[in-house]
């Protein structure tokens, strides 16, 4: 007969909310999102519209009176929806390559 | 003879189109061919890998790459991460970057090519993005000397629709002639 | 036999040419050539393609076929079964759950004696989702009557397609067919296909004139209405007798196929390397197969008797050939891509009980490998292989 206290357990696919399930999305990456710190006004719009979401406010930044923006880049996919609706359009896209030559300048 | 090709591009920049045409192109001078891709979730922008495979008798094998003997690389931007895998010293890699870079850590036959540059000079864009498959296929077969030119810019005709077979023609004989090995030596 | 007015056209293929072109491409060119009369689809990954090219050579007027847009893959089977009761020749491709969502109707098609002919792309089923190869979805309609092919390359898809309305439309057969390819693997990867003139097809295929029962305004007919017992027991045994007499008939289709155009890829099973040494056999099917024919070369360069069989067609089941090609033999391997939950793989099950009745029964190894597309490298099944004749010594 077989028992029922043996190692043998019945899995299922389950998968919970985690960070980054999908992968490490800003490999898709072509263009990186740049945020010109000086004109931001921190007002999170960016954040909102961030469908990943991967843009938050850090609040203890000493940068600005209400802290300062950051982007994940581990898993922000370039997709320009932030450059677009900033207000202040303070959020310049910059092609990936031109940060391929600065690492590998970086790395010599 | 039996070479085993890998594309590195992303997702909508034609790197299926690329394992295609080098297919047709080496079944125009005779060899047995297979052209496929890794399916997945298929995405814009991300990155994905073709394969052709080149042999003088019938494929037999349905696996993927393991040991690719030649890898090209569509986008600049791709980790290096990604095409090193499998890489050996016989291989030859062609990277489209705009200068010569070193890869001191890559043992193989390295090539360069400002693929992406070629692309903005015949103004070859879907989407916004450049297109380098025509071109990394004229590279690749100045590289390795596994098709003619000839032969590509048939497969070309085979392949695309006539609308866009001029610049498609003239970017793969770019692709061809301005592919170089890198100076720095293995 | 030669085309009439009637039939639909197919332009475009007047010489003998070869394409690179995908698994899903073959399966439609081959159903274009074969002059198909009504398409029904409603696609689904990954044998998209195919229906997407029949609707392209539809749309281009190069295919005459009239092809039918329907709600779901259920009205698909219901289609094609209405349209081969009028007698017409009829297509269409799917895959994994399209398959079974039509399940009770391929049930119907092969009942109703409907020699209706589909290119199956075998895929996993869910859940979990995935769109990769397994041939589960179409084994498990095996006991249906419903003819199945498993080919190893497009080229024996487009083949095979060819070859399949010929045995389905035979007048003792009456039977329809499944040609399985496996996804992405075949279905996505292009090769050579060599096609031949579009003359030589239909000299070879023919045209569909039924004689067992035609839905015709002139000439009403009820089918298929109540039976009772003894009638219905008629019928069926009727059917164990054209499933049993297609074996020849496809033995012969096959050979008449080689002598036109050339190409043999077996008949209801393929062999590789099987001579009178012969002590240790594969048995496995699809693309895996083809690829294992690289391990039988590298086994016996290490000094291994080996040989694979391919079973090509899975019903009706080759059990007198698989005797006959395992009678001297030791070791028996199966590796295969789809399992019978509560039992094994599903080659492996009919093939034991085939070797039952043989008076020499060897020792038996099962592997399932390969499942939701895994690759089963040519190396790898070697390595299978020399482990398990390890565990004999």
């Given at each position: 007969?077989?028992?029922?206290?043996?190692?043998?357990?019945?899995?299922?696919?389950?998968?919970?909310?985690?960070?980054?399930?999908?992968?490490?999305?800003?490999?898709?990456?072509?263009?990186?999102p740049i945020i010109d710190d000086d004109v931001c006004t921190r007002?999170?719009?960016?954040?909102?519209?961030?469908?990943?979401?991967?843009?938050?406010?850090?609040?203890?930044?000493?940068?600005?009176?209400?802290?300062?923006?950051?982007?994940?880049?581990?898993?922000?996919?370039?997709?320009?929806?932030?450059?677009?609706?900033?207000?202040?359009?303070?959020?310049?896209?910059?092609?990936?390559?031109?940060?391929?030559?600065?690492?590998?300048?970086?790395?010599? | 003879?039996?070479?085993?090709?890998?594309?590195?591009?992303?997702?909508?920049?034609?790197?299926?189109?690329?394992?295609?045409?080098?297919?047709?192109?080496?079944?125009?001078?005779?060899?047995?061919?297979?052209?496929?891709?890794?399916?997945?979730?298929?995405?814009?922008?991300?990155?994905?890998?073709?394969?052709?495979?080149?042999?003088?008798?019938?494929?037999?094998?349905?696996?993927?790459?393991?040991?690719?003997?030649?890898?090209?690389?569509?986008?600049?931007?791709?980790?290096?991460?990604?095409?090193?895998?499998?890489?050996?010293?016989?291989?030859?890699?062609?990277?489209?970057?705009?200068?010569?870079?070193?890869?001191?850590?890559?043992?193989?036959?390295?090539?360069?090519?400002?693929?992406?540059?070629?692309?903005?000079?015949?103004?070859?864009?879907?989407?916004?993005?450049?297109?380098?498959?025509?071109?990394?296929?004229?590279?690749?077969?100045?590289?390795?000397?596994?098709?003619?030119?000839?032969?590509?810019?048939?497969?070309?005709?085979?392949?695309?629709?006539?609308?866009?077979?001029?610049?498609?023609?003239?970017?793969?004989?770019?692709?061809?002639?301005?592919?170089?090995?890198?100076?720095?030596?293995? | 036999?030669?085309?009439?007015?009637?039939?639909?056209?197919?332009?475009?293929?007047?010489?003998?040419?070869?394409?690179?072109?995908?698994?899903?491409?073959?399966?439609?060119?081959?159903?274009?050539?074969?002059?198909?009369?009504?398409?029904?689809?409603?696609?689904?990954?990954?044998?998209?393609?195919?229906?997407?090219?029949?609707?392209?050579?539809?749309?281009?007027?190069?295919?005459?076929?009239?092809?039918?847009?329907?709600?779901?893959?259920?009205?698909?089977?219901?289609?094609?079964?209405?349209?081969?009761?009028?007698?017409?020749?009829?297509?269409?491709?799917?895959?994994?759950?399209?398959?079974?969502?039509?399940?009770?109707?391929?049930?119907?098609?092969?009942?109703?004696?409907?020699?209706?002919?589909?290119?199956?792309?075998?895929?996993?089923?869910?859940?979990?989702?995935?769109?990769?190869?397994?041939?589960?979805?179409?084994?498990?309609?095996?006991?249906?009557?419903?003819?199945?092919?498993?080919?190893?390359?497009?080229?024996?898809?487009?083949?095979?397609?060819l070859m399949a309305y010929k045995v389905s439309e035979h007048e003792?057969?009456?039977?329809?067919?499944?040609?399985?390819?496996?996804?992405?693997?075949?279905?996505?990867?292009?090769?050579?296909?060599?096609?031949?003139?579009?003359?030589?097809?239909?000299?070879?295929?023919?045209?569909?004139?039924?004689?067992?029962?035609?839905?015709?305004?002139?000439?009403?007919?009820?089918?298929?209405?109540?039976?009772?017992?003894?009638?219905?027991?008629?019928?069926?045994?009727?059917?164990?007798?054209?499933?049993?007499?297609?074996?020849?008939?496809?033995?012969?289709?096959?050979?008449?196929?080689?002598?036109?155009?050339?190409?043999?890829?077996?008949?209801?099973?393929?062999?590789?390397?099987?001579?009178?040494?012969?002590?240790?056999?594969?048995?496995?099917?699809?693309?895996?197969?083809?690829?294992?024919?690289?391990?039988?070369?590298?086994?016996?360069?290490?000094?291994?008797?080996?040989?694979?069989?391919?079973?090509?067609?899975?019903?009706?089941?080759?059990?007198?050939?698989?005797?006959?090609?395992?009678?001297?033999?030791?070791?028996?391997?199966?590796?295969?891509?789809?399992?019978?939950?509560?039992?094994?793989?599903?080659?492996?099950?009919?093939?034991?009980?085939?070797?039952?009745?043989?008076?020499?029964?060897?020792?038996?190894?099962?592997?399932?490998?390969?499942?939701?597309?895994m690759d089963v490298t040519a190396e790898y099944a070697a390595d299978?292989?020399?482990?398990?004749?390890?565990?004999?010594?």
């Amino acid at each position: 007969m077989t028992k029922s206290n043996d190692d043998f357990k019945v899995e299922t696919w389950n998968s919970k909310p985690t960070k980054g399930a999908a992968g490490k999305t800003g490999l898709w990456r072509t263009f990186r999102p740049i945020i010109d710190d000086d004109v931001c006004t921190r007002c999170e719009i960016c954040a909102l519209y961030c469908p990943e979401p991967c843009i938050t406010l850090n609040p203890d930044d000493p940068s600005h009176e209400k802290g300062r923006m950051v982007i994940e880049y581990e898993y922000c996919k370039g997709c320009g929806i932030c450059a677009n609706e900033c207000p202040k359009h303070c959020i310049e896209m910059v092609k990936e390559t031109e940060f391929l030559v600065e690492e590998e300048e970086e790395d010599k | 003879m039996f070479e085993e090709i890998r594309w590195h591009g992303r997702g909508g920049q034609g790197a299926v189109t690329s394992a295609k045409i080098l297919a047709e192109a080496a079944h125009r001078e005779g060899k047995f061919v297979q052209a496929f891709a890794f399916y997945g979730a298929e995405r814009r922008g991300a990155p994905v890998e073709t394969y052709t495979r080149i042999a003088d008798s019938h494929i037999k094998r349905h696996s993927q790459i393991y040991k690719p003997t030649v890898v090209a690389v569509l986008d600049p931007a791709l980790p290096k991460i990604l095409y090193m895998k499998g890489i050996t010293e016989d291989s030859t890699l062609i990277v489209n970057f705009n200068k010569e870079k070193a890869f001191p850590d890559l043992k193989c036959k390295k090539h360069w090519i400002d693929a992406t540059q070629i692309a903005i000079d015949l103004e070859l864009k879907i989407a916004d993005s450049y297109i380098t498959n025509t071109i990394m296929t004229g590279a690749v077969a100045k590289a390795t000397g596994l098709v003619k030119l000839d032969s590509v810019l048939d497969a070309i005709k085979g392949q695309l629709n006539e609308r866009i077979w001029d610049t498609n023609l003239e970017a793969a004989k770019r692709g061809f002639n301005e592919t170089h090995p890198y100076s720095k030596g293995v | 036999m030669t085309v009439s007015d009637k039939s639909p056209k197919s332009i475009g293929n007047e010489e003998a040419k070869t394409f690179i072109i995908s698994g899903n491409y073959a399966a439609a060119y081959a159903a274009k050539m074969a002059r198909i009369e009504v398409v029904a689809a409603y696609p689904i990954t990954p044998s998209t393609d195919c229906v997407e090219k029949v609707s392209e050579f539809v749309e281009d007027g190069v295919m005459g076929a009239e092809l039918i847009k329907v709600e779901s893959e259920h009205s698909v089977a219901g289609a094609l079964i209405g349209a081969s009761s009028t007698g017409a020749r009829t297509f269409s491709s799917t895959s994994a759950h399209g398959l079974l969502y039509m399940a009770e109707l391929v049930w119907w098609a092969a009942l109703a004696r409907l020699p209706v002919v589909m290119s199956i792309v075998n895929r996993e089923l869910a859940p979990a989702w995935s769109i990769w190869a397994q041939t589960q979805d179409s084994m498990s309609l095996r006991d249906s009557g419903i003819i199945q092919y498993y080919c190893k390359n497009a080229q024996e898809v487009f083949d095979t397609l060819l070859m399949a309305y010929k045995v389905s439309e035979h007048e003792h057969v009456y039977m329809p067919s499944l040609v399985c390819q496996d996804a992405y693997i075949l279905s996505h990867t292009n090769a050579q296909v060599d096609m031949p003139a579009q003359k030589d097809v239909d000299d070879f295929i023919g045209t569909y004139n039924p004689k067992h029962f035609i839905l015709d305004p002139k000439n009403p007919v009820t089918h298929s209405n109540l039976s009772y017992p003894q009638h219905y027991r008629q019928k069926r045994f009727n059917i164990m007798e054209s499933t049993h007499r297609a074996k020849q008939i496809i033995k012969d289709v096959c050979a008449d196929y080689k002598k036109r155009f050339g190409r043999f890829h077996g008949d209801l099973v393929d062999t590789y390397g099987i001579d009178k040494k012969t002590k240790h056999i594969i048995v496995s099917h699809s693309s895996i197969a083809e690829e294992i024919e690289l391990s039988v070369d590298m086994l016996k360069k290490k000094g291994y008797d080996a040989g694979l069989i391919r079973i090509r067609v899975l019903r009706p089941f080759p059990d007198e050939e698989l005797r006959e090609l395992c009678k001297n033999i030791e070791t028996i391997h199966f590796i295969e891509r789809a399992p019978s939950y509560g039992y094994k793989g599903i080659i492996a099950i009919d093939t034991m009980a085939a070797l039952f009745e043989s008076e020499n029964r060897p020792k038996a190894f099962h592997h399932i490998e390969g499942l939701s597309g895994m690759d089963v490298t040519a190396e790898y099944a070697a390595d299978l292989i020399e482990k398990d004749l390890e565990t004999l010594k």
